[in-house]
């Protein structure tokens, strides 16, 4: 299974519209995927509408008050979701709190997941200790970027994050352009 994060520390880069789109391509591929949406904007959340979505959330799963099974649902074929929540803040404040344990939930949980080729991390602008706790689930990170002064600040700060907190080293990967066109596909 391949674990991916998605993310900048800058926000309209299309972190949201690679995640879903990729998840919803690889899926109709008949790749199995699992989409954590770790931002509190719960943007990939509307893969499912609100009023149909489980209660229970990222939130409560980081906060220790439910399983990933109890909150991973099924958006459409191939393709299921764990969604975030407007409390999810609290849920980084939790993982401070927990410490190294609170920290390694989300790759410990994610390691033993059966079922899915794919688990993709929709990442917030913002780093934040669901950013981390993510990053130390992922296998390889995928940073969209436009060639923009503060976009690619995103870039460094992350490397500079990465470099400092994360203790596994990322393969290096090569820099594709993006021509920042975002098309939904849900």
Not at 81 to 95: G, K
Not at 143 to 160: R, Y
């Amino acid at each position: 299974m391949k674990r991916i994060s998605i993310l900048n520390f800058k926000g309209g880069v299309g972190k949201t519209s690679i995640s879903t789109n990729s998840a919803h391509k690889l899926a109709l591929m008949g790749y199995k995927v699992l989409l954590i949406d770790c931002d509190i904007q719960a943007n990939a959340s509307n893969l499912i509408p609100q009023k149909d979505r489980k209660p229970t959330t990222l939130t409560h799963i980081l906060k220790g008050e439910a399983t990933f099974e109890d909150a991973i649902q099924k958006a459409r074929e191939n393709l299921s979701l764990i969604a975030a929540d407007s409390n999810l803040d609290r849920a980084a404040n939790h993982i401070v709190i927990s410490g190294i344990k609170g920290y390694k939930l989300l790759r410990n949980a994610t390691k033993n997941l059966t079922g899915f080729d794919f688990v993709i991390f929709d990442h917030s602008p913002f780093y934040t200790a669901i950013s981390e706790s993510a990053l130390w689930a992922s296998d390889e990170m995928i940073i969209p970027t436009v060639l923009e002064p503060f976009s690619v600040e995103g870039i460094l700060g992350i490397h500079l994050k990465r470099d400092t907190y994360i203790p596994q080293r990322f393969q290096a990967s090569k820099a594709t352009p993006f021509s920042g066109e975002h098309s939904r596909c849900f």
